[in-house]
């Protein structure tokens, strides 16, 4: 979205709007910043995707994570070789490298923030959406103890303000609801 091919010169160009969004995405993980602040950031500035969304922190992460930003082409099948310089790059291949490494061991290390579901077995999984808005839910683990749900919308942004649910009081409810219908 930052570059688009050029049918006249028969090549890919950098769509200069886009891709300052991009570099300022990638100067803020080089300043520590997660896919969850940056996406918070960029929707309080009212600053829009591509498409004109809002921005959600698992689309700031595919952004970071997307080799094509350091002008490699790496196709989906193992078997065929990344090809560098294939596109234009809009940031460096060191910086590209930084961030990725920073996202690693991040995630290597992370004992908060958003959980897998094999870590946290939620039965509600994928059927709860925020009363406010309408998104769906999103599994968060505060320490080890604490899992809570929250919508994902007010996880990137101020558009939607509800909190997050304690899930383990929330899986009791229904339990309870379950029970009492029983």
Known sequence: YWMRYDKELKQFVI?????????????????????VRIARLLNDEDIKTA???IWSPPGIINILKNKA???TYAPRQSTIEPIENYYPPVVSAEDWHLVNKSIETRH????????????????LSGKMVCAQCGAKLR???ANKEKQY?????????????????NYHLLEEYFIGLIIGVG
């Not at 769509?15 to 300043?31: D, F, P, Q, S, T």
């Not at 290390?109 to 870590?119: E, F, I, L, P, W």
């Not at 749900?149 to 649910?165: D, F, G, N, P, Y």
């Open 15 to 35: 769509v200069e709007g886009h891709a300052i969004i991009i570099r300022r995405i990638y100067k803020l993980a080089l300043e520590g910043y997660g896919g």
């Open 51 to 53: 498409k004109g969304l």
């Open 69 to 71: 930003a350091m002008g």
């Open 108 to 123: 290597a290390n992370n004992t908060a923030g958003r959980v897998s579901n094999k870590q946290l077995s939620i039965m």
């Open 139 to 141: 599994s968060i683990n």
């Open 149 to 165: 749900v929250q919508c994902r919308i007010s996880a990137a942004s101020k558009q939607c303000t509800a909190m997050a649910i």
